[in-house]
């Protein structure tokens, strides 16, 4: 029997080998950050040795920074040329999302005005923005400005609901000016095994224990949360599952009207397990995990309940701590390579 549903499947990569494997088994589309594209690069130097070559030729002057702009623009560039046959604006379909900058967390103005180059790039381009303070602004705007935003560094129901009531706002603008929102269809990442990651680590300093089994189901708990408020309120904006930990992160939400972005090591092993493919996004998570975690870890309450997190306390919520700072991690590997190489050519 074969399950139809509305729910996407995406590659969590911008390798061009991954994203083929993905596509002939029906992913619509692809995500990538910094960490991956060091991966990638790492991985598949000869596949980009011949692009960082002419990028120092061709600008002799440029800094490592500006080089590793250059190969990860080029990264999404060729991810977007192998989904143009997957592209439908009207339906989200056929995009890859490229990540602003980590260092302009707090800077709307620097993620927007990047948020435009990076839409500039190709027609299925979808841009990364994070659930920051800042961030929230940079989404409303380049909604507004017609651009297909995807939120990450978000962990939390709160931040869920902070992305979409700004989408819905910049939407509505855009209405009453007599402009079209046909092809604007935004994402709000939910990162849920990076906070399951945050949640085991939280509760290993602060001494609490709670059944195992309750910090695997965390994440799934707080994106059941989100998918809920977004169906009631109508939103606009699609929930997007990453961070894959466990199988959890994929087989809960199938059925939802949602996107998965799953890396490749992950798809390899769901086409090769005996999970049943079925609807268990309505299925709630069970009252007593959702009780244990919100009665004995605070940081998951936090997570769970709509009002959880103000605006303003998005930055300094531990699990967004720890991600940027893994992100930047990320990017100084990369220029760091790139540096490597421009000293030895």
């Given amino acids: 029997m074969v399950l139809r549903t509305n729910t ?56 490592e920074d500006d080089i590793a702009w250059l190969l990860i623009e080029y990264a999404a560039i060729q991810g977007a040329k192998l989904l143009e046959k997957k592209f439908d604006p009207k339906k989200g379909t056929g995009r890859i999302s490229i990540q602003t900058n980590t260092k ?3 800077n709307t103005e620097k993620l927007v005005q990047q948020g435009l180059h990076f839409h ?26 017609g651009v297909n935003i995807n939120a990450t560094v978000s962990f939390t129901v709160p931040q869920s609901l902070a992305i979409a009531e700004a989408v819905e706002r910049a939407l509505d603008r855009r209405e009453k000016e007599g402009k079209s929102n046909a092809a604007i269809q935004p994402v709000c990442t939910i990162m849920v095994g990076r906070l399951d990651d945050w949640l085991k680590a939280y509760t290993s300093q602060e001494g609490i224990i709670l059944d195992p089994e309750c910090l695997e189901w965390a ?12 169906k009631e309120k109508g939103y606009r904006s699609k929930l997007l599952a990453a961070a894959y930990r466990n199988h959890y992160h994929w087989s809960e939400f199938i059925g939802g009207d949602v996107i998965e972005t799953i890396p490749y090591a992950w798809q390899v092993k769901f086409n090769n397990s005996t999970i049943a493919v079925q609807n268990r996004m309505s ?35 531990g699990a967004t701590k720890r ?3 893994q992100f930047a991690q990320g990017y100084d590997e990369l220029v760091r390579f790139i540096r490597g190489y421009m000293i030895e050519v």
């Fill in 8 to 63: 996407q499947y995406w590659n969590d990569s911008c390798s061009l080998v991954e994203l083929r494997y993905a596509i002939a088994r029906g992913a619509t589309g692809a995500t990538t950050n910094p960490v991956i594209v060091n991966t990638v690069l790492s991985k598949e130097f000869s596949t980009y040795q011949a692009t960082l070559k002419k990028a120092l030729k061709d600008y002799p002057n440029a800094g």
């Fill in 104 to 106: 302009y967390y707090k």
């Fill in 120 to 145: 500039s790039l190709a027609k299925n381009m979808q841009v990364k923005i994070p659930a920051t303070e800042a961030g929230i602004c940079a989404a409303e705007e380049l909604t507004y400005q």
């Fill in 219 to 230: 994440g799934v708990a707080v994106f059941k949360r989100a998918y809920e408020i977004y």
């Fill in 283 to 317: 299925t709630p998570v069970d009252s007593g995990i959702v009780k244990q975690l919100t009665q004995k870890v605070p940081d998951f309450k936090k997570a769970y309940e709509p009002k959880g997190l103000t605006e303003r306390q998005f930055n300094s919520y």
């Fill in 323 to 325: 991600t940027l700072l």
